[in-house]
């Protein structure tokens, strides 16, 4: 069975800072996806991004990127420029290959973005 | 082109009475998810569901609770004779139709806040 592990339950930034949330993970597939979900207050879940575990390249969407450490375990979500609207619950969660897509998440870190 | 839509948004039940909770997929999506949160948890998985079919429901409760996703209308899932321990919010995800599963993002809906009196 596969785990995932977010072991700071809260950070707190300044705003336009850089902060690394961390995220490790256990699992004894090749191949799966690793994703980072924001729950802002209004309670959506947001994807923030996705990485494939076959693709070495860190995935990068704007203000968002990966650290993706495969031999680790280790999956960080890094946001520059932090804003304000980034407050939220960050969940990382993962998905293993094929049939097998269910969303195994940890249990989330409150980012507070500080003005 | 609207998201996965849940409703009610709240729900509130006294024990002992049923709770049906509904989700609409996005266009497109035949695969559908649902996940429970605990207050201060994340999401556990719950059911995976295609059209007609239950795929995986390795994390529903073995009594009172059950799903379904018919060929025509939303994903229903139900709860019966609730107890406190049920209120959660329950969060349905869908998935396109295309590609393997686990290739697509799940899109999630606002989901469903159930208070148990």
């Known amino acids: 069975a596969q785990t995932v592990t977010q072991s700071q339950p809260e950070m707190s930034v300044q705003e336009a800072e850089t902060v690394t949330l961390s995220c490790t993970y256990d699992?004894?597939?090749?191949?799966?996806?690793l994703f980072w979900y924001k729950q802002p207050p209004s309670r959506q879940m947001i994807l923030v991004i996705r990485q494939e575990a076959y693709k070495q390249q860190n995935a990068t969407e704007n203000r968002f990127s990966v650290n993706f450490q495969k031999a680790a375990k280790s999956f960080s979500l890094k946001i520059s420029d932090s804003q304000l609207g980034d407050t939220a619950m960050y969940f990382c969660a993962f998905s293993g290959p094929g049939a097998n897509s269910k969303l195994t998440f940890g249990k989330g870190i409150t980012l507070s973005v500080r003005p | 082109n609207a998201g996965v839509m849940q409703n009610p948004r709240h729900l509130v039940r006294r024990r002992g009475q049923e709770a049906r909770l509904r989700c609409s997929p996005m266009?497109?999506?035949?695969?559908v998810y649902w996940y429970r949160q605990l207050p201060e948890e994340g999401l556990k998985f719950m059911v995976y569901?295609?059209?007609?079919?239950?795929?995986?429901e390795s994390g529903m409760p073995k009594e009172r609770f059950s799903a379904e996703f018919p060929k025509e209308g939303p994903s229903i899932l139900r709860i019966q004779q609730v107890v406190r321990g049920d209120s959660a919010a329950y969060f349905c995800a869908s998935s396109p139709s295309t590609g393997t599963p686990s290739n697509q993002p799940q899109h999630f809906g606002d989901g469903t806040r159930l208070s148990i009196l």
């Open positions: 699992t004894s597939e090749s191949n799966y996806y």
């Open positions: 266009k497109g999506h035949s695969h």
């Open positions: 569901l295609q059209k007609e079919n239950i795929i995986d």
